[in-house]
């Protein structure tokens, strides 16, 4: 079956570093994969997406980039503040018409200033 | 801005309480999604629909029940509350997959 995992947290960055958080997927077909933010005690905003192999998603300097080839979206900001301190996950849709979405177990980021 | 609604945001409840999470959205999406998040943070399906009555189960088994008579409106009940249930619940919608989904700001659920 489809299955993404992502790098275990927390990870703690100071203002200003350059983050990394990676996910890997499992899955059949093309999926599209996607990138999710969720602020405390708010519910998940879509962050990015790409659909199909070397798409690169972007949105508020975060970028992700559909590597068929090695089975991976790893998200990427060149330089973290103290409002990007949230859950961040990783998922995708298999398309085909399937209708669910497979998502990570989430990467909690904690930047201090 | 994603115009989907969750109500009540926090509940305290009972054991053997009957309730009723309430989600609407004004999007026109026929495709809907109740989740269950635990306290480590992953997401566990728990119903879905894809469209005016029709309802499905998800992956995680749930004493819950959902019903989708209006496009914009799918509630989901749980019949006698337990501690178990305790959890945050997140509705969220979708026009298609390729496009992702927006999400509710959840009902963080106690039951005593």
């Known amino acids: 079956g489809d299955s993404v995992t992502q790098m275990e947290g927390p990870v703690t960055l100071s203002e200003e570093a350059f983050l990394t958080i990676n996910c890997t997927y499992t899955a059949t077909g093309y999926p599209s994969l996607f990138w999710y933010v969720q602020y405390p005690g708010e519910g998940l905003q879509l962050l990015l997406k790409a659909t199909k192999a070397d798409d690169k998603g972007s949105n508020k300097g975060f970028e992700a980039t559909y590597r068929k080839e090695t089975t991976s979206f790893h998200l990427e900001k060149g330089s973290v503040q103290v409002s990007d301190s949230a859950v961040y996950f990783c998922a995708l849709n298999r398309g085909g018409g399937y209708q669910k979405v497979t998502f990570g177990t989430g990467t909690k980021l904690q930047v201090i200033p | 801005e994603a115009d989907i609604y969750q109500t009540p945001r926090y509940l305290v409840i009972g054991t053997g309480k009957k309730i009723t999470l309430e989600c609407s959205q004004t999007m026109g999406h026929d495709k809907m999604y109740w989740y269950q998040q635990d306290p480590g943070m992953e997401l566990h399906l728990i119903h879905y629909s894809y469209g005016v009555n029709s309802t499905e189960k998800g992956d995680l088994s749930s004493e819950s029940t959902v019903s989708r008579i209006r496009t914009e409106h799918f509630p989901l009940t749980l019949e006698s509350a337990r501690p178990s249930h305790t959890s945050q619940y997140l509705c969220?919608?979708?026009?298609?997959?390729?496009?992702?989904?927006?999400f509710g700001a959840g009902t963080r659920l106690s039951v005593l």
């Open positions: 969220a919608s979708s026009e298609s997959m390729d496009r992702g989904q927006y």
